[in-house]
């Protein structure tokens, strides 16, 4: 896609932190009373966070994160509405498996939203069989 620029933030500015924001509510992941300062957080601890803007518009973004030595797990890939079935998504995907495998993680997974399975096999990856997501939910 033209005038697409893909970009790795480690601290994004005041505007970018607002239009990530803007992206998470927008898939409805995003809790209210959340805030940009908490995604800035999230951005630098992440092992990395890839965006990518269409003429100045931020239009996608995924993250990873990981031991920065053996295992990481891509999340949070997100694609604007207008900018979605065009390529988008899957280019930031593989973007962020290259710098994963550049890195030298071996060990890259994701656990991806239902009905996205077909999209993620077609970017080879797999169904991990014998395994199972969770998510811890009680008070400690």
Not at 34 to 58: N, Y
């Amino acid at each position: 896609m033209r005038g697409l620029r893909y970009r790795w933030v480690r601290r994004p500015g005041r505007k970018m932190l607002r239009d990530i924001l803007g992206l998470y509510r927008a898939a409805g992941w995003w809790e209210p009373g959340d805030t940009p300062e908490r995604i800035g957080r999230m951005a630098a601890k992440s092992h990395c966070f890839l965006v990518a803007q269409d003429r100045g518009a931020l239009v996608a973004m995924g993250r990873a994160i990981g031991d920065r030595t053996n295992d990481a797990y891509i999340q949070d890939v997100f694609v604007s509405p207008s900018h979605r079935g065009q390529g988008v998504g899957a280019a930031v995907v593989r973007r962020m498996v290259r710098r994963l495998r550049r890195d030298g993680l071996r060990w890259v997974g994701l656990i991806g939203a239902a009905g996205t399975e077909r999209f993620y096999e077609r970017l080879g990856f797999s169904r991990m069989r014998g395994y199972s997501p969770m998510l811890f939910k009680r008070g400690l």
